[in-house]
């Protein structure tokens, strides 16, 4: 078995692909890389694709392809964690972006793709519950899990309210769109050999993160 395994974790957002991907990387003692995290990290270091995904994202734009790309080489350049296992959260999102991150792996490959699969309408009604602090967004909440003090982040003391693209009309067409990209994706890896495992994502995290693991070590 490869102990520090390559891995990428796909699914809807909403799935619950940043929890298990924290327990992963924990778990397999790996770096937990998620493109929003890359990006801060990168534009905090001063590098050139760090700075403009920071451009794109203060204007509330997505971030263009190429820099992606930037910014994942610039994570994963050797001696970093290219040679000591990661696992991907939130990339690759296209084909395209799939493809260049073979280029960027130069031989070390992907091991597992792990596809978290969760009905739309449970995603749907999670989403529409989200709540995040305005300071930070990385502070999230829900309708059923507030904030001790009525709706102020406990961390940060920021409001916490609903994000304007979390309306389920909104998130209806964020999904047509995930679905339409990340078909190709699975289909690019399916072809390529790489091993494609889906895991059912409802339950509790506990039971999510079981089946995750047992599907990467059978895998592996």
């Known amino acids: 078995m490869t102990s520090r395994p390559r891995l990428v974790l796909l699914g809807k957002q909403g799935a619950g692909k940043g ?47 190429e820099i992606v790309i930037g910014v994942i080489e610039e ?3 050797p001696g970093g964690p290219l040679s000591a296992g990661f696992v991907l959260d939130g990339f690759p999102r296209t084909r395209a972006q799939a493809e260049e991150l073979e280029r960027v792996l130069d ?6 793709v792990l596809h978290l699969d969760v009905p739309r309408e449970v995603v749907v009604e999670r ?13 999230i909440y829900s309708v059923s899990e507030p904030p001790r003090t009525e709706w102020i982040c406990d961390i940060c003391g920021g409001e916490v309210t609903q994000r304007e693209d979390d309306t389920p009309e909104a998130i209806n067409k964020r999904l047509d769109s995930y679905e339409r990209d990340t078909r190709p994706i699975r ?23 079981d089946r995750c693991r047992d599907a990467i070590d059978a895998a592996l």
């Open 19 to 65: 929890t298990q991907a924290v327990r992963l990387a924990a778990h397999y003692r790996i770096a937990h890389l998620s493109t929003g995290d890359m990006f801060r990290a990168q534009a905090q270091q001063g590098t050139a694709f760090g700075l403009e995904a920071k451009r794109y994202m203060d204007a509330g734009e997505l971030v263009p392809d």
């Open 127 to 139: 989403l529409s519950q989200r709540r995040v602090c305005v300071q930070n967004s990385a502070h």
């Open 187 to 209: 289909e690019f890896y399916g072809s390529s050999g790489r091993p494609l495992v889906t895991v059912d994502g409802m339950g509790s995290s506990d039971d999510v993160f």
């Open 75 to 77: 994570c994963l350049a």
């Open 107 to 112: 031989g070390k490959p992907i091991d597992v």
